[in-house]
């Protein structure tokens, strides 16, 4: 299942979870609307982790843990650090950097 990201909140959220995936998105970004499905799908296949969608314009906050200069940037964050990301609008390079942190 995915979340949206509602107030600039992120920080809490890798903190308290043990693995978080998040894409980095904005309502003008037309490969961000492209990969938000596949994002979903690998939501669905990974219950062990968090999956959230970040307003990049919405939250500068939420979007500097992870450095975001470019949209869509996914990242992974475990036991509350960042651990790697990727900004991309394909999905084998985001299936990569999900099993990262998943198939631990």
């Not at 003008?28 to 969608?53: D, I, Q, V």
């Amino acid at each position: 299942m995915i979340k949206e990201l509602e107030q600039d909140n992120l920080n809490e959220i890798v903190s308290e979870n043990e693995t978080v995936v998040v894409q980095y998105m904005a309502g003008w970004c037309g490969n961000c609307r492209l990969m938000k499905p596949k994002f979903k799908k690998l939501a669905s296949e990974n219950e062990n982790a968090t999956f959230l969608l970040v307003d990049a314009e919405k939250y500068p906050e939420s979007r500097k843990l992870a450095k975001v200069d470019n949209l869509p940037t996914f990242a992974t964050f475990k036991n509350g650090s960042l651990v790697n990301q990727v900004q991309t609008n394909k999905f084998e390079p985001l299936k990569d950097l999900v099993n990262e942190v998943t198939s631990n």
